[in-house]
């Protein structure tokens, strides 16, 4: 009895797996065809059409190495909109790491200081952006590190908490101690 249920169930359960392997397979199909086209945009820099975020960084990164930045620009931008934390953190870096390169070869190769300046100014706020968000990037870090032995952050020294004379702690009236009072640069800082 049991046998001729079981050669009753063997014909639909073998179209059964047939349909599951199908399936499978047509599957792997559409994937490796848009993996491919996927491929295809990104060595051509073309426009995705889907958006894929992905493919986007991807080719934001092929536009950079072209030299065209703008579009990379605005790639990456898209990138930040669409992609996962993980892709929204390498954008973030990425676009750092181009303001950083862009800023060392203007002051290097085009002798514009301003503009360097300005691009190493975008490059650190950039990586202390990633960094807000993944602090344990030591790629960023150490990047960040470079940025600002090229361009340290100044911070004015404010010896008033208020503005009162009165409520300056001993150890900031130990510290001021130390500058003089007389008019005139000091020697030995020209």
Do not use: C
């Amino acid at each position: 009895m049991a046998a001729l249920r079981l050669r009753r169930l063997l014909p639909p359960a073998a179209l059964l797996l047939a349909l599951l392997a199908g399936a499978a397979a047509l599957e792997r199909a559409w994937t490796g065809w848009q993996q491919a086209r996927s491929n295809e945009q990104m060595a051509l820099a073309e426009p995705p059409r889907d958006g894929v975020p992905r493919v986007l960084l991807a080719r934001a990164i092929v536009l950079e190495q072209q030299g065209r930045i703008e579009e990379a620009l605005s790639d990456y931008a898209e990138v930040e909109v669409l992609g996962d934390a993980a892709l929204r953190h390498a954008a973030r870096v990425n676009v750092a790491n181009l303001y950083l390169r862009r800023g060392i070869a203007v002051a290097r190769d085009d002798g514009h200081a301003q503009r360097a300046l300005v691009l190493l100014q975008l490059a650190k706020a950039g990586y202390r952006r990633a960094l807000r968000q993944r602090p344990d990037d030591w790629d960023a870090r150490y990047n960040l590190e470079l940025a600002q032995r090229l361009l340290p952050d100044l911070e004015p020294r404010n010896w008033r908490r208020s503005g009162d004379e009165a409520e300056l702690s001993e150890a900031m009236k130990k510290d001021k101690a130390a500058w003089t009072d007389m008019v005139g640069q000091p020697r030995g800082m020209h």
